[in-house]
């Protein structure tokens, strides 16, 4: 498990948004946390849908919105939309992503 110092290396913070980098990997049996890349600087998510029609990136966002405890409209795609690797954009305090995101780790 990485440290809370290591870990925020995939956040970003300005005002009441926050920006959190993940690497994606379809076509998985389960939509789950893998844990942080800390090469990547980035979070690694499972998701049980394939990389095509935005099937994944609607996956990502109801992963995050259960996980985030946030609505859709606060959750978007700021960019990677076409790639496995991802900046999303949440509506949310820094401390609470960084709380509600270490506990799945």
Known sequence: MPDRE?????????GVTCRIRIRVKPNCSKS????YNP???????ALNAPPRDG????ALIDWLRVALKLTRSRIQ???????????????C??????SRL???L
């Open 39 to 45: 090469v990547r600087k980035a979070l690694e998510l």
């Open 55 to 58: 099937e994944a990136n609607a």
């Open 6 to 14: 290591e870990f925020e290396d995939c956040l970003t913070a300005s």
């Open 77 to 91: 795609i700021f960019s990677g939309e076409k790639s496995r690797d991802k900046v999303i954009q949440v509506e």
């Open 32 to 35: 789950q946390l893998i844990g």
């Open 102 to 104: 270490s506990a799945l």
């Open 93 to 98: 305090e820094y401390a609470q992503v960084v």
